[in-house]
């Protein structure tokens, strides 16, 4: 795990790194338009947002905690998403499609944001919504054939890679600070956000995901391998099951071959006794 000062020099560098070549011009065709249009409004306009509620969380968490570094490392997280909608409103422009100030899902996540001070929810969320963020802008990638709007996809995408694993790491430090029972009740909350949110993103935007190629099952699938690869690694129970059966399959190896020896031990004793009665037999 990196310390906040380590993702705050990440950060600083990240946001130096030129990926866009603005001298292209964008070819994007009508029909590929059509499926992606109304969703990539909708994802420039997310991308927008100031944070100020998340960097007032992160202020009021750090200071529990003693970690300075930590708003600051936050500062500049905000500052590359709002980076990802400056792009995509960028390529808007260019392909003279209007910048929408309003759309349904946004405002939903924007209610919830701002009533939301917990960095426990913070990072759940944005792990989240990051999680489908990924699975979308890889589908807007298959979508088109527009090699601008590919290099802002993948830009985008190198991005929340590293997003995601910041988001996790402090995620992961303040759940192990929970006791037992807190963990037990937490994760379930965890699990019925992740799946009730990406249910919500499938619904708002499934045009552009069966346009890159990932009908309901295929989004569910991978989503459901995103969840495992981050809020998944919670579930103690199923950790302690499967080393539990480990241990006790071993264990019933080691008895059978501890068996298996003690036979195998008896049989030469019986033997060498056996030999022994017949020689003195011959020797009377």
Not at 71 to 89: D, M, R, S, T, Y
Not at 198 to 226: Q, S, T
Request: glycine share 4%.
């Amino acid at each position: 795990m990196r310390t906040s000062e380590q993702w705050l020099e990440h950060f600083r560098l990240n946001l130096n790194e030129k990926r866009v070549d603005w001298t292209l011009t964008p070819d994007i065709k009508d029909y590929e338009l059509t499926n992606i249009i109304s969703s990539l409004q909708a994802w420039q306009l997310g991308e927008t947002s100031e944070g100020k509620n998340l960097l007032h969380a992160s202020t009021l968490y750090a200071k529990e905690i003693n970690d300075s570094f930590y708003p600051e490392a936050v500062k500049l997280f905000i500052k590359e998403e709002q980076k990802h909608g400056n792009n995509l409103g960028k390529y808007l422009d260019l392909i003279n499609q209007p910048r929408i100030k309003k759309d349904w899902g946004d405002s939903l996540f924007r209610y919830i944001r701002y009533f939301n001070s917990s960095m426990e929810l913070w990072t759940l969320s944005v792990i989240t919504v990051e999680s489908t963020a990924q699975l979308f802008y890889q589908s807007l990638k298959s979508a088109t054939e527009c090699k601008l709007l590919k290099q802002i996809c993948t830009d985008i995408l190198i991005d929340e890679a590293a997003h995601i694993d910041f988001q996790f790491e402090r995620f992961l430090t303040i759940y192990r600070n929970k006791n037992k029972a807190s963990r037990f009740f937490s994760y379930r909350f965890y699990k019925l956000f992740y799946y009730s949110t990406i249910l919500v993103v499938w619904f708002a935007h499934k045009k552009a995901f069966k346009a890159g190629g990932n009908n309901f099952d295929k989004y569910w699938l991978k989503m459901k391998l995103k969840f495992n690869k981050t809020i998944g690694r919670f579930n103690e129970k199923k950790t302690i099951t499967f080393k539990y059966t480990g241990h006790e399959k071993n264990i019933n190896k080691f008895k059978i071959s501890a068996i298996r020896v003690v036979n195998s031990q008896n049989s030469i004793t019986n033997h060498i006794g056996s030999k022994k009665k017949n020689r003195i037999k011959l020797f009377n």
